[in-house]
């Protein structure tokens, strides 16, 4: 039997992305009926959909930031396990993004889709590592899809922030970092790389934080700020979200020096509008040779490219023999960079 044309039963619509024979969206941009959710970020997750598929670290993940969602039936799917909706079989693969993050694999009539989410290639203590799947058709992210963007070694980047502690050890240096998956990143490679110190926590920061220790991610000693007595913070690390490091709250702090972790660190423009003194390039999206590489692992002989610089990725793959276009989804964003 000749197989579809992929674009027949798996395409983008105003919605999200639709799987027409198992009648379910992937990541929509609204609430639908039936999603399948890639992990918890806002660009991805939202709230309202009737029914949603995902592994139960990003249910629980949806249920802290959705006040519980007590109108959506809930399915987990472990990595591995899959199941029937409509006529497509779905399995989960890990995605090494955050906590619950995963691959959508697609079955249907012979054919597999492989929809990345939002992926890293990077080694990360609070999630498993992406796992590479023979598909026929990867459908892959590029937010950092351009040459320029080459994410230097995570331990270097702890080691100039634990290196600026050391040389001023009467100031706080507060981080800025995303709240879900970049905040217990970072702790993880502070904690790696020695610091055994209590980690303050801006109060925004502190229930996912509880959420990964619930899922058997070792945090060591944190504390929210606002639990401090007679504490100067000197020679302390702090994390807050990028947007606190300017505000009002953070006058508390012995003339703090403003750091931010994100991919987006390589552009000076960005740093400078984050107002970073120490800008950390830590991502926990894959850098341009490792979206390279992973299209060499996949083996794909069509990719779909999505949620970034498309075009630069589509001219990469064709130059390496791959059936390669844009697809352009509404709704996302760099929540998690």
């Not at 970073?276 to 060499?296: N, Y």
């Not at 630069?312 to 023999?321: D, E, F, I, K, Y």
Request: charged share 20%.
């Amino acid at each position: 039997m000749t197989a579809p044309d992929p674009r027949s039963w798996l395409y983008p619509t105003p919605r999200g992305l639709y799987c027409a024979p198992g009648d379910f969206y992937v990541d929509p941009a609204v609430a639908v009926p039936r999603a399948v959710i890639t992990h918890g970020h806002g660009d991805h997750a939202r709230p309202g959909h009737r029914a949603a598929l995902a592994t139960p670290e990003t249910l629980a993940i949806m249920r802290a930031r959705f006040q519980d969602m007590p109108d959506t039936r809930q399915q987990g799917l472990k990595y591995g396990e899959s199941l029937k909706m409509g006529e497509v079989e779905v399995s989960l693969a890990p995605a090494g993004h955050i906590l619950g993050s995963a691959q959508a694999v697609l079955e249907w009539q012979g054919q597999r889709i492989v929809v990345s989410g939002d992926y890293k290639r990077r080694p990360d203590p609070t999630c498993p590592p992406f796992e590479p799947v023979p598909c026929d058709v990867f459908i892959t992210e590029a937010t950092f899809a351009l040459p320029v963007f080459q994410h230097p070694s995570d331990i270097g980047e702890i080691g100039k922030l634990l290196r600026s502690v050391a040389t001023f050890p009467e100031r706080t240096h507060l981080v800025g970092v995303y709240a879900l998956g970049k905040c217990q990143r970072v702790i993880k490679l502070l904690r790696a790389a020695g610091w055994d110190q209590r980690i303050w926590l801006h109060g925004s920061l502190l229930a996912l934080c509880r959420l990964y220790q619930e899922h058997g991610v070792d945090l060591g000693d944190i504390a929210p700020v606002s639990d401090a007595i007679l504490e100067t913070f000197r020679g302390a690390i702090v994390l807050a979200p990028p947007s606190a490091i300017a505000d009002r709250w953070s006058r508390r702090f012995a003339d703090p020096i403003p750091a931010v972790c994100s991919g987006w660190m390589r552009v000076r423009a960005r740093a400078r509008q984050s107002n970073a003194e120490l800008p950390l390039i830590v991502s926990d999206h894959a850098d341009w040779p490792e979206l390279v590489q992973t299209l060499k692992d996949v083996g794909a002989p069509r990719v779909w490219v999505t949620h970034g610089r498309e075009e630069a990725l589509v001219h990469q793959a064709r130059s390496m023999g791959i059936e390669a276009e844009a697809l352009h989804l509404a709704g996302r964003e760099e929540e998690g960079a």
